[in-house]
């Protein structure tokens, strides 16, 4: 007799592990299947973990080397020992992936090391790493396989000199010259941990601008904080093929439109143009199950695939490849599964880049409300303004809010500042709640914080902030 279960799930990365503990909780019988050899998927092991990670040390090491004596504190210019920052990321991966194991084990779910394949609506085959085989039962599947990383064509990634962000976690040597392709989240974030550890970093983007799909205002700004850093940017530009040699790698870049190619040398090329979802392997196929034209897994308002019981969750299904998207998505299908209304609002879903200042947004962009043709007032506040920042020397950025013209209604927020990504949360917690910029504005922030800005922001809506 093959083990029998309510629920197995597929991956167990923040949206898989998510959902087993949640299902656990409602009283189901739960089991996770993962290739990999620790839990947490790709946030934990390979993603948002170990690159916020060599963030914060970079960030305290370019600290260390330009911000302390300002503040009165003398010390000799820091020296970079890269093999204990890389175990630094490494003990924090290890402690997350850990805590998974521990809160699998803690909420009895079984786990099966191995690669999951649907066999067929409730049954699902596991295949061991020894080669064995394995078969379960159950009443329904949750496919949370997340996703992997996009190739480029013609530029093999072999993770040593052409990398991808995982390679690009790992360097076991500073380079002299970075070349990163995609001027997204990865190549921003990643591009600022070695352009601080001492890189030359340069970015290569395709479209005329960076941050697709970020406010456009927003983005302009990061844009230029970035070049005051020392990273370059090559845009409207597309990489068309590296070639290696003795020196280093040669890169071909041709502009957008097509034209002459040019080539730059650069040691370590970052290939970051986006992650696709990952469905290899599975069955899908014989399983019946629909993939869109993007090959992401299609799923009804339930998180249901086309296959009656089959479900799917988080970077394998549309919407932004977020770890706190697959998370929320999980607890939402357990909560269908168990019986309740699981749902998740997806017009607010935070995004952030933890880049130094940090960029963080949430709802609408200027473009978004344009385009559909939505009245709105703009609250801009300035952290040159904020006493805090001031005091902190941390005055680069803004908060904007974009409230609806004709019922003040929070639409949209977008922070660029110090500790933006911990700011945010009230703006979602307001816009979940429906708020108005007023609401906001008359809300006691405590003083003096960074947060004031986003009082301010608010009262701006209305031309009243005070300190400006
Ligand atoms: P994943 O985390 O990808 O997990 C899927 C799991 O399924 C994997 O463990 C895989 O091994 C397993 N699997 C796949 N197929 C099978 C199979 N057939 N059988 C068994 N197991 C299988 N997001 C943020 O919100 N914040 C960040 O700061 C952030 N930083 C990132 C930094 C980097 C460098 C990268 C690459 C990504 C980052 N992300 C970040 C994105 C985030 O990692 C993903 O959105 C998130 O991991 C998606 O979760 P998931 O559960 O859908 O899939
Ligand atoms: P991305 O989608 O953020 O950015 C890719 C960039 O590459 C885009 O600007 C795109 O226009 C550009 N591009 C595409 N093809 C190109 C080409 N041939 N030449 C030059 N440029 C090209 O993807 P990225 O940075 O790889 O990240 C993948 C995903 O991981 C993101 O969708 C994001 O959701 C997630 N992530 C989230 C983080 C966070 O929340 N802080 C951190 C890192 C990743």
């Not at 344009?370 to 801009?380: C, E, F, L, P, S």
């Amino acid at each position: 007799m093959p083990d029998s279960f309510d629920v197995i799930i597929i991956g167990s990365g923040p949206g898989g592990y998510v959902c087993a503990i949640r299902a656990a909780q409602l009283g189901l019988k739960v089991a996770v299947v993962e290739k990999r050899a620790t839990y947490g998927g790709t946030c934990l092991n390979i993603g948002c973990i170990p690159s916020k990670a060599l963030l914060h040390a970079s960030e305290l090491f370019d600290e260390a080397g330009h911000g302390f004596a300002g503040m009165g504190i003398e010390v000799p210019p820091p020296k970079l020992d890269l093999a204990k920052m890389l175990a630094f990321k490494d003990q924090g991966v290890k402690g997350n992936v850990d805590g998974v194991a521990f809160l699998l084990k803690k909420n009895k779910v079984d786990t099966f090391h191995g690669t999951g394949t649907i066999l067929g609506a409730g049954k699902v085959g596991v295949t061991l790493a020894n080669g064995d085989k394995q078969r379960l039962e159950t009443k329904s599947i949750v496919i949370a396989t997340g996703s992997d990383v996009a190739r480029l064509p013609g530029v093999t990634i072999d993770e040593v000199s052409i990398v991808s962000s995982t390679g690009a976690l790992s360097l076991p040597k500073v380079p002299k010259r970075m070349l990163v392709v995609g001027a997204g989240v990865i190549g921003l974030e990643l591009g600022s941990v070695w352009r601080r550890l001492g890189s030359e970093v340069m970015v290569v983007e395709f479209l005329d601008r960076i941050l697709p799909g970020m406010d456009a205002d927003v983005a302009k700004t990061v844009q230029r904080i970035l070049m005051k850093q020392g990273m370059s940017f090559q845009l409207a530009s597309k990489v068309t093929g590296v070639a290696k040699t003795s020196s280093g790698q040669k890169i071909a870049i041709e502009p957008a439109a097509g034209g002459a190619a040019t080539t730059v040398e650069a040691d370590i090329v970052l290939v970051a143009i986006g992650r696709v979802p990952f469905t290899e392997g599975l069955g899908l196929e014989t399983a019946g199950v629909q993939l869109d034209n993007r090959k992401r897994v299609v799923v009804d308002a339930h998180f249901q695939t086309n296959v009656p019981g089959i479900y799917a969750i988080g970077d394998v299904i549309a919407g932004p490849m977020l770890a706190h998207k697959a998370e929320d998505e999980g607890m939402a299908v357990a909560e269908i599964l168990g019986g309740q209304a699981g749902h998740v609002n997806h017009d607010v879903i935070p995004n952030v880049i933890y880049t130094f200042p940090e960029v963080a947004s949430v709802g609408k962009s200027e473009e978004d409300l344009k385009a559909a043709g939505i009245a709105y007032n703009v609250g801009k506040f300035p952290f040159t303004a904020n006493g805090r920042a001031k005091v902190n020397k941390t005055t680069e950025g803004s908060v904007k809010i974009l409230a609806d013209a004709k019922t003040d209604r929070i639409l949209g927020v977008h922070i660029i500042g110090a500790a933006a990504s911990e700011m945010i949360a009230e703006a979602a917690v307001i816009m979940e709640f429906g708020g108005s910029a007023e609401d906001l504005a008359r809300t006691c922030h405590a003083h003096p914080t960074l947060t004031e800005a986003v009082k301010e922001a608010a009262l701006a809506v209305d031309k009243r902030a005070i300190h400006m």
